[in-house]
């Protein structure tokens, strides 16, 4: 299944669950936007403890790890 939903991955370099995290979406999304958390204060200050964290880009909800590929495509569905 893949969706048309622009997808945000919330990681941080060196981060071997943002590594799991982003191979399972490659199968769930082809419009996967990966954002470095450390780049930014506010965004480390908000999911620094959390990541890796999905978000929809089409109504803001989040998936925290740790998801599997049924609570993907779960998360995914309208």
Known sequence: MHTLIPLKLFTTSNCHLCDQAAALLHHH???????????NDELLAIYGVRIPVLQRSD???ELDWPFNT?????????
Not at 29 to 39: A, G, W
Not at 70 to 78: E, Q, R, S, Y
């Open 70 to 78: 049924a609570d993907i495509a779960k998360f995914l569905c309208p």
């Open 59 to 61: 109504n803001l909800s």
């Open 29 to 39: 999304s082809k419009q996967l936007i990966q954002v470095e958390i450390s780049d």
